[in-house]
């Protein structure tokens, strides 16, 4: 199992040690590290940054969000930066949720989400293929433009720029089972959100039936101290704001996950609580327990004894939330 360094997206401003625990984690062996968007930082210029001050350690987007830019736009952000840090990007991509595309993008989320995500990555791939200019007439993405209020002077266009890898990996963050299905056809590999060794049946039978060379990495958290309870208080901060805030009351994919996860009614009581303007206690009606078994928080034995539930199932990279260059070092000692 490979292990990568999960940086999300920023806060108020830009985190002081963003580039200097990538570097760390690229000296630590660390496969990949990655970078995230949501309403404020962008998840490419920082990964660039990253790329120009290390050398081997590849670079993914974990996610960027398909409402934010057309597929073309995208396919060219990646060939850029694989050009530029010799052939180290892996593509990332999230449909992200109504609330986000409507309310931060200014888009309309599209009413057949699977579809609208099966003709972005077939984009993407023609360009990153660049076999012939890139041609699709499809019910959300039409290359070349023809709409009702196109010119009709638009024609297909292949990149000038030559990609160094037309196999650029291409990875979907995925939470119900039948955008799971889809992803395991179409693209390179996987971003859960969450996951729980013990519950891979949440994602859906097709999870059970990965090709080779498939990429399942999903986002976890890791903290080696000594007080779990108090561990755990970052875990549930982040799913106290993502079940209750990040949707709607009526669909919100993150609540509807943890609820197929077992925790229904504990989802639907944080939502509340949430939407009530009463986050504290939304955060404390998280669980523990799921906390738990989605993170990896402890002391080193405890981590180590549970990282071997996480190495046999299908995880192929771990994707490692850290707050600091102990843990990262640790969790490197327990994973050779």
Same mark, same amino acid.
């Given at each position: 199992?490979?292990?990568?360094?999960?940086?999300?997206?920023?806060?108020?401003?830009?985190?002081?040690?963003?580039?200097?625990?990538?570097?760390?984690?690229?000296?630590?062996?660390?496969?990949?590290?990655?970078?995230?968007e949501?309403?404020?930082? *962008?998840?490419?210029? +920082? $990964?660039? =940054?990253?790329?120009? !001050?290390?050398?081997?350690?590849?670079?993914?987007? &974990?996610?960027?969000?398909?409402?934010?830019?057309?597929?073309?736009?995208?396919?060219?952000?990646?060939?850029?930066?694989?050009?530029?840090?010799?052939?180290?990007m892996?593509?990332?991509?999230?449909?992200?949720?109504?609330?986000v595309?409507?309310?931060?993008?200014g888009?309309?989320?599209?009413?057949?989400?699977?579809?609208?995500?099966?003709?972005?990555?077939?984009?993407?791939?023609q360009?990153?293929?660049?076999?012939?200019?890139?041609?699709?007439?499809?019910?959300?993405?039409s290359?070349?433009?023809?709409?009702?209020?196109?010119?009709?002077l638009?024609?297909?266009?292949?990149?000038?720029?030559?990609?160094?890898?037309?196999?650029?990996?291409?990875?979907?963050?995925a939470?119900?089972?039948?955008?799971?299905?889809?992803?395991?056809?179409?693209? *390179?590999?996987?971003? +859960? $959100?969450? =996951?729980?060794?013990? !519950?891979?049946?949440a994602y859906?039978?097709?999870? &059970?039936?990965?090709?080779?060379?498939?990429?399942?990495?999903?986002?976890?958290?890791?903290?080696i101290?000594?007080?779990?309870?108090?561990?755990?208080?970052?875990?549930?901060?982040?799913?106290?704001?993502?079940?209750?805030?990040?949707?709607?009351?009526?669909?919100?994919?993150?609540?509807?996950l943890?609820?197929?996860?077992?925790?229904?009614?504990?989802?639907?009581?944080?939502?509340?609580?949430?939407?009530?303007?009463?986050?504290?206690?939304?955060?404390?009606?998280?669980?523990?327990?799921?906390?738990?078994?989605?993170?990896?928080?402890?002391?080193r034995?405890?981590?180590?004894?549970?990282?071997?539930?996480?190495?046999?199932?299908?995880?192929?990279?771990?994707?490692?939330?850290?707050?600091?260059?102990?843990?990262l070092?640790?969790?490197?000692?327990?994973?050779?």
């Amino acid at each position: 199992m490979r292990l990568g360094l999960a940086l999300g997206y920023w806060g108020r401003g830009p985190s002081p040690d963003h580039v200097e625990l990538a570097c760390e984690a690229e000296r630590l062996g660390y496969d990949s590290v990655w970078t995230a968007e949501s309403w404020g930082s *962008d998840a490419f210029t +920082p $990964l660039t =940054w990253i790329a120009a !001050r290390t050398t081997t350690i590849k670079l993914g987007t &974990a996610v960027a969000q398909m409402a934010a830019r057309s597929p073309t736009t995208t396919a060219m952000h990646a060939l850029t930066l694989d050009h530029l840090s010799g052939g180290r990007m892996m593509l990332g991509l999230g449909l992200s949720g109504p609330q986000v595309v409507e309310g931060w993008y200014g888009r309309p989320f599209p009413k057949s989400p699977l579809t609208a995500t099966r003709e972005y990555v077939d984009v993407v791939r023609q360009v990153l293929r660049r076999r012939a200019p890139v041609e699709l007439d499809g019910r959300f993405h039409s290359h070349p433009y023809r709409g009702p209020d196109a010119t009709g002077l638009g024609r297909p266009l292949r990149s000038i720029t030559h990609p160094l890898r037309p196999d650029l990996p291409v990875l979907l963050g995925a939470e119900g089972p039948r955008n799971v299905a889809q992803t395991i056809r179409i693209a *390179d590999g996987w971003l +859960p $959100l969450y =996951w729980s060794p013990n !519950r891979p049946d949440a994602y859906g039978p097709a999870a &059970a039936e990965l090709p080779d060379g498939f990429r399942v990495a999903p986002l976890a958290q890791v903290r080696i101290c000594d007080d779990v309870a108090e561990g755990l208080l970052p875990v549930k901060t982040m799913l106290g704001f993502y079940i209750g805030g990040m949707g709607h009351a009526s669909r919100n994919f993150h609540a509807d996950l943890m609820a197929r996860m077992g925790y229904e009614e504990e989802a639907r009581r944080i939502q509340e609580l949430f939407l009530a303007g009463r986050r504290e206690e939304a955060v404390l009606a998280v669980p523990d327990a799921f906390a738990d078994e989605i993170s990896l928080v402890g002391p080193r034995e405890r981590v180590a004894e549970r990282l071997e539930s996480w190495r046999k199932g299908p995880v192929t990279d771990l994707l490692v939330v850290a707050p600091d260059r102990t843990t990262l070092r640790v969790l490197a000692e327990l994973n050779s």
